[in-house]
């Protein structure tokens, strides 16, 4: 069973940085499309970017020009680095990899890092 770790999170004051990691327990992120999410209290998980096997990026518009999404292979792990945070980006974001299986595509999902942003 594939199994994916963030970490990374944690409060921060408005203007600040975090940078987010997605370690997978195997070679999963390579040749698939890879996620991050957040769920705020009270609202519904929203997708926050994306990157597909190829290397290109999808942004919510709430985030973009703040936040990049990027993928090592190599070391299994995708990342988000977040910038200029602000309150309302206060969240526990997962990341999800959408996996080519022999049976079909399959999502796998981490357990969440919480991200506070707060003065």
């Known amino acids: 069973q594939v199994q994916l770790v963030e970490s990374g999170g944690g409060l921060v004051q408005p203007g600040g940085s975090l940078r987010l990691s997605c370690a997978a327990s195997e070679s999963i992120f390579s040749g698939n499309a890879v996620g991050w999410y957040r769920q705020a209290p009270g609202k519904q998980r929203e997708l926050v970017a994306t990157i597909a096997s190829g290397g290109s990026t999808n942004y919510a518009d709430s985030v973009k020009g703040r936040f990049t999404i990027s993928r090592d292979n190599a070391k299994n792990t995708v990342y988000l680095q977040m910038n200029s945070l602000k309150p309302e980006d206060t969240a526990v974001y997962y990341c999800?990899?959408?996996?080519?299986?022999?049976?079909?595509?399959?999502?796998?999902w981490g357990q969440g890092t919480q991200v506070t942003v707060s003065s």
């Open positions: 999800k990899v959408a996996a080519r299986r022999p049976w079909g595509i399959t999502d796998y």
